[in-house]
């Protein structure tokens, strides 16, 4: 058996008197909306002679966590803070949660909502504690409509509830009416009865998008995330240039370098938690979650790096060690591309972003080691392949972002650095006696300043889901 809510849309008033009720049971916070009442409106008035003629149109569609068939967000929790009980419910339990966000990336609806001063994730649960007495969800209660209400499915075939309706889990998403996500594939557990309008063709938009997404940010909260992703590719290219490409460099200076790139990786991600006291479980998912396995790799590689630090301090020859590490980063730029490939976020579900993962990695790396090989004789054919490496993923880079691009304004911005970037690659690599620290400095410079702007762009990428 499962519970399901049902949703008579065509006879909806859009009161919210299930959104207030809600609100007022569970106690939420400012900005934290469990349930919400999409206001959808579209049409226009067009003039044909004396008389005007319109096609206007508006609905209403209340929506909460629709305790999915299938609950990614369940799924992505590092910490396994969500159950999905046998009757279908998935409840969270938020002191278990250390505010990482990455259930609300995972969810097509926006369901998991923060609560700013918890530091942690809440959402809706289809008020159990009333079921478990016998009493419908406190919602359902307040609809003075009755166009709102609940049910019970036993099974497969099974309707449980009268009248006709869509059953959400049983159609493809991209017949869910408008604003639920037409990609989704977690099977919403409700059943709506559908105004007239949702088939219209016009198109429509969220007249309360202010009232339904409070949450929606300036963006900065992901410059923890921009600052993690970056530096830790930085790090494991580091490392791979480090082992293959400058041999003859200060190998023990490159290392302190990567190890300060890691670390302040590793910090930036740790500030980014909502509860930090709770980051002790971030490992407990690992079957699941690729934010679990992500963390793991992380540390993994940060295991590696001292020990070839260590080795390297005493002056033994850990080769084998060495190489074991350089390929745990790689495993870990491709977990880390994984964390992203999300269902809910088209623009981010693409081998797109395991290439800009890997392109990330390789560009930093090389161009962040290159300033201290260049304080010794880099043999020329060393130089060369670095020179031919840079220039080939700037290329790459360019091609990625030229096919699709994250922002049409950062975009030309991004390919006018790449631009310079490869001119100072040629520079640098290519016109012997221009060789120097400062040059290789203000290359890697140029570039990690156009890895930022399309890091950032990447995350700004990530569209509010509508529903
Ligand atoms: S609506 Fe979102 S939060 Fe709720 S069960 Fe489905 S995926 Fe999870
Ligand atoms: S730990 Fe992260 S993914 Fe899990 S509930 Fe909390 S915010 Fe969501």
């Known amino acids: 058996m499962s519970y399901v809510f049902l949703l008579d849309a065509s006879a909806c008033s859009g009161c919210k008197a299930c959104q207030a009720a809600c609100k007022d049971k569970n106690q939420l916070p400012l900005g934290v909306l469990w349930r919400r009442v999409y206001e959808v409106s579209g049409g226009e008035w067009k003039q044909a002679g004396p008389a005007w003629n319109n096609t206007v149109f508006a609905y209403n569609l209340s929506l909460s966590c629709n305790h999915c068939v299938h609950p990614k967000c369940a799924g992505v929790c590092p910490v396994d803070a969500y159950t999905v009980r046998a009757d279908g419910l998935v409840l969270l339990d938020s002191s278990k949660c250390v505010g990482c966000g990455y259930c609300v990336w995972a969810c097509p609806y926006g369901a998991p909502q923060y609560d700013e001063a918890a530091g942690a994730m809440t959402k809706c649960n289809f008020c159990y504690d009333n079921l478990d007495l016998g009493l419908p969800p406190a919602c359902v209660s307040a609809c003075p409509l009755r166009v709102l209400d609940y049910a019970v499915v036993q099974g497969e075939g099974e309707k449980g509830y009268e009248g006709d309706g ?138 590696g790096w001292l020990v070839t630090l260590t080795s390297m301090i005493l002056h033994t020859n850990l080769f084998i060690l060495n190489w074991l590490s350089a390929w745990i980063g790689l495993v870990l730029i491709y977990g880390m591309s994984r964390v992203y490939r999300l269902p809910a976020v088209p623009v981010w579900n693409s081998w797109r972003t395991q290439a800009r993962f890997f392109i990330s990695a390789a560009l930093l790396g090389i161009l962040g080691v290159l300033p201290i090989s260049t304080w010794t004789h880099v043999p020329v054919l060393e130089w060369t392949l670095a020179g031919c490496i840079v220039i080939l993923l700037l290329g790459a880079q360019a091609a990625i972002t030229i096919i699709r691009p994250l922002s049409f304004k950062w975009g030309r911005i991004q390919l006018g650095l790449i631009l310079a970037g490869m001119i100072g690659c040629a520079i640098l690599f290519f016109m012997p006696g221009w060789f120097g620290a400062a040059t290789g400095l203000a290359v890697f410079l140029i570039i990690l300043i156009e890895e930022v702007l399309g890091r950032w762009c990447f995350y700004q990428a990530r569209t509010w889901p509508e529903a």
Not at 171 to 185: K, L
Not at 212 to 231: D, I, K, M, N, R
Not at 265 to 279: C, E, I, P
């Open 166 to 303: 869509m059953a959400l889990w049983e159609i493809p998403a991209t017949e869910h009416p408008y604003p639920m996500s037409d990609r989704s594939r977690t099977g919403p557990r409700l059943v709506i009865k559908p105004h007239a309008a949702m088939k219209l063709t016009q198109e429509k938009f969220l007249a309360n998008r202010e009232e339904v997404h409070p949450q929606q940010t300036s963006g900065w909260e992901e410059a923890p995330l921009v600052a993690f992703t970056l530096l830790v590719q930085m790090a494991v290219g580091g490392f791979w240039a480090m082992l293959w490409l400058f041999h003859d460099a200060p190998q023990l200076l490159s290392m302190l370098w990567i190890g300060l790139c890691l670390g302040a990786g590793m910090l930036a991600s740790f500030a980014h938690l909502g509860t930090k006291r709770n980051a002790w479980r971030v490992l407990n998912h690992l079957r699941k979650s690729w934010l679990s396995k992500e963390i793991l790799l992380t540390i993994l590689f940060g295991a």
